[in-house]
């Protein structure tokens, strides 16, 4: 199967998850499925305080990241320390994902790209074209790995 892949890439606090969610309600109002993960900002006093992980064929929603502390242990990036039991959550729901018009991977970050963790199982949702559309949030910062990986995809700057 020949599948489309958009890569939407912009700074952090740039609009990517809200365009895409934007994207996914003109979806379903157009009458498509949607399936995948949608990254949602856990706000407090307009202070990103966490990030939540939507599954968009189910609605459930569980804390994927919480600001990493200096005596923070496990699964971390610079900024946030990752529950694991969300990303494995997570890795069964793209797994599982049944057919569907186009799918939302939010986001690719370090872990996927530079520790083969995290969202695994979207990349390899990527790699098999399994799915008909991909739209993909990636880090500017990881966009040429993205593309070297996937050398087809189009790129949407949401910055």
């Keep these: 199967m020949a599948a489309k892949l958009t890569l939407i890439t912009g700074p952090s ?12 309600e003109a979806a379903r109002a157009d009458g498509r499925k949607v399936g995948g993960v949608l990254s949602r900002p856990v706000l407090m006093e307009g202070r990103k305080v966490g990030i939540d992980l939507l599954d968009l064929i189910t609605g459930e929603e569980r804390r994927l990241a919480n600001p990493r502390a200096p005596d923070s242990q496990g699964l971390m990036t610079e900024r946030w320390l990752f529950d694991t039991q969300t990303l494995s959550w997570a890795n069964r729901v793209l797994r599982d994902l049944p057919s569907c018009d ?9 872990l ?21 559309e991909l739209y993909v949030v990636v880090r500017p910062e990881l966009l040429s790995q993205a593309l070297k990986r996937w050398p087809w995809a189009e790129v949407l700057d949401v910055s």
């Design 102 to 110: 186009l799918v939302v991977i939010d986001e690719f970050g370090p």
């Design 112 to 132: 996927e790209f530079s520790r083969d963790e995290g969202l695994q199982e979207g990349m390899r949702i990527v790699d098999d074209h399994q799915f008909p």
């Design 13 to 24: 606090g740039s609009g990517k998850s809200a365009w895409c969610s934007q994207f996914i």
